[in-house]
T-cell receptor, first 120, second 110 residues
Framework: EVQLVESGGDLVQPGGSLRLSCAAS????????MSWVRQAPGKGLEWVAN??????????VDSVKGRFTVSRDNAKNSVYLQMNSLRAEDTAVYYC????FGYGTIFDQWGQGTLVTVSS | EIVLTQSPATLSVSPGESATLSCRAS??????LAWYQQKPGQAPRLIIY?????ATGVPARFSGSGSGSGTEFTLTIHSLQSEDFAVYYC??????????FGGGTKVEMK
């Protein structure tokens, strides 16, 4: 069974940092792009970042460029999101998601999400 | 950035009826569109991609279509079941980054 389990969400002050983790199991992790998608409370979905199979290619939505960094450890079947200089507008549930086809473009498996709250 | 506009925002439908959801792209995305279903408190679920292929395990009452222009897409849910009441999002993957989602359509019980 495919599983994605996020962790690391917390309450953090504006300007603070947080590192999210996503542990994958039940599939060949090294074959798949992985993404982070977020959802602010009561709002829609927003793609945040993705990373290719060997970690050599990353992409970000403009609003997080220079502040967030996506990475992966294939030995640990895990993907990470380092979030720095956090703002109130980064408050959201953060999901990690798997692309099924190797192109980083759609999401066929999702984690349960982890809540990040940025507030003083 | 490609903007996706979904309509209507809310659709009230009786069980057993059909629902037609629309997604319009600000420029052509070809066939590179997907639909997701999200129920309260749950992660989204991939329903349709490509834009007519159902994801694994998705019932045949869900169907997707697209216009030749690559800007107009429709998700149709035939004979709505109780488990189909949810929010549906479209997403384009033609021109990225960024990958973008529409604002969602809530399908509620009439």
């Amino acid at each position: 069974e495919v599983q994605l389990v996020e962790s690391g969400g917390d309450l953090v002050q504006p300007g603070g940092s947080l590192r999210l983790s996503c542990a994958a199991s039940g599939f060949s992790f090294t074959n798949h792009w992985m993404s982070w998608v977020r959802q602010a409370p009561g709002k829609g979905l927003e793609w945040v970042a993705n990373i290719n199979q060997d970690g050599s290619e990353e992409h970000y939505v403009d609003s997080v460029k220079g502040r967030f960094t996506v990475s992966r450890d294939n030995a640990k079947n895990s993907v990470y999101l380092q979030m720095n200089s956090l703002r109130a507008e980064d408050t959201a549930v953060y999901y990690c998601a798997r692309d099924p086809f190797g192109y980083g473009t759609i999401f066929d498996q999702w984690g349960q999400g982890t809540l990040v709250t940025v507030s003083s | 950035e490609i903007v996706l506009t979904q309509s209507p925002a809310t659709l009230s439908v009786s069980p057993g009826e059909s629902a037609t959801l629309s997604c319009r792209a600000s420029q052509s995305v070809g066939h590179d569109l997907a639909w997701y279903q999200q129920k309260p408190g749950q992660a989204p679920r991939l329903i349709i991609y490509g834009p007519t292929t159902r994801a694994t395990g998705v019932p045949a009452r869900f169907s997707g279509s697209g216009s030749g222009s690559g800007t107009e897409f429709t998700l149709t849910i035939h004979s709505l079941q109780s488990e189909d009441f949810a929010v549906y999002y479209c997403q384009q993957f033609n021109n990225w980054p960024p990958l973008t989602f529409g604002g969602g359509t809530k399908v509620e019980m009439k």
